[in-house]
């Protein structure tokens, strides 16, 4: 089945410890975002890929950078996560080819900071 | 006026009853308004989306209803089940082909119980 996947799906990370947050998906989407979900909050948009092409959301801290090797696949790197980073992180995806941007959700990974 | 205002932040609604979650936008270019079902540990997954062009959309128990004068549009669920019990979020976004490329622009939430 075509698919978003995020691994891992919990992840333990130590306070300033980077820390690495992958998607894959299956579906051959051209746009793929990264979300931070916090505690019975709506998910943030934290930056978002069209191809290649970056876009980064306004008020995303420096801290938090990603990387789109291909169409399938892309990573989320906080270079020194704090307490305030603990979250859930989801990522989708999307096609403009479609007849809408319909975006498409992976089950997303718990980022733990201790 | 890229807010979307959702209401209410909680529900509850006994099983066989109707559950109807609001929400509100101000920015007239929206012309996708999808809402979103979302379990503990789980990422959201699209329940129903409409387009402004209509006025009410159905999917076997979950409608959609809009209306574009007064910028509201809601999600009736007929016949709750326990099984609905879940966060419940309404969204907006610019669809047309090169518009903001679909980022979407969430409401806050409706956690949803359904009560046996």
């Known amino acids: 089945d075509a698919m978003v996947i995020q691994n891992p799906r919990y992840q333990v990370t130590q306070f300033g410890k980077p820390v690495t947050l992958s998607c894959s998906q299956t579906?051959?989407?051209?746009?793929m975002y990264w979300y931070q979900q916090k505690s019975s909050q709506a998910p943030k948009l934290l930056f978002h890929?069209?191809?290649?092409?970056?876009?980064n959301e306004a008020d995303t801290p420096d801290n938090f950078q990603s990387r789109r090797p291909n169409t399938s696949f892309c990573f989320l790197d906080i270079r020194s996560p704090g307490l305030g980073d603990a979250a859930m992180y989801l990522c989708?995806?999307?096609?403009?080819?479609?007849?809408?941007?319909?975006?498409?959700f992976g089950p997303g990974t718990r980022l733990t900071v201790t | 006026q890229q807010q979307v205002k959702q209401s209410p932040q909680s529900l509850i609604v006994q099983k066989g009853g109707i559950s109807i979650i609001n929400c509100a936008y101000e920015?007239?270019?929206?012309?996708?308004f999808p809402w979103y079902q979302q379990f503990p540990g789980k990422g959201p997954a699209l329940l129903i989306a409409?387009?402004?062009?209509?006025s009410e959309k159905k999917e076997g128990r979950f409608t959609i209803s809009f209306n574009k004068s007064a910028k509201q549009f809601s999600l009736h669920i007929m016949d709750s089940q326990p099984g609905d019990s879940a966060t419940y979020f309404c969204?907006?976004?610019?669809?047309?082909?090169?518009?903001?490329?679909?980022?979407?622009?969430f409401g806050k939430g409706t956690k949803l119980s359904v009560k046996p």
């Open positions: 989708a995806t999307a096609s403009p080819f479609a007849n809408s941007y319909e975006q498409y």
């Open positions: 579906l051959n989407h051209n746009v």
């Open positions: 890929y069209y191809d290649k092409d970056f876009n």
């Open positions: 920015n007239t270019a929206f012309d996708y």
């Open positions: 409409i387009r402004p062009d209509v």
């Open positions: 969204a907006a976004s610019i669809n047309a082909y090169g518009g903001s490329q679909g980022n979407l622009i």
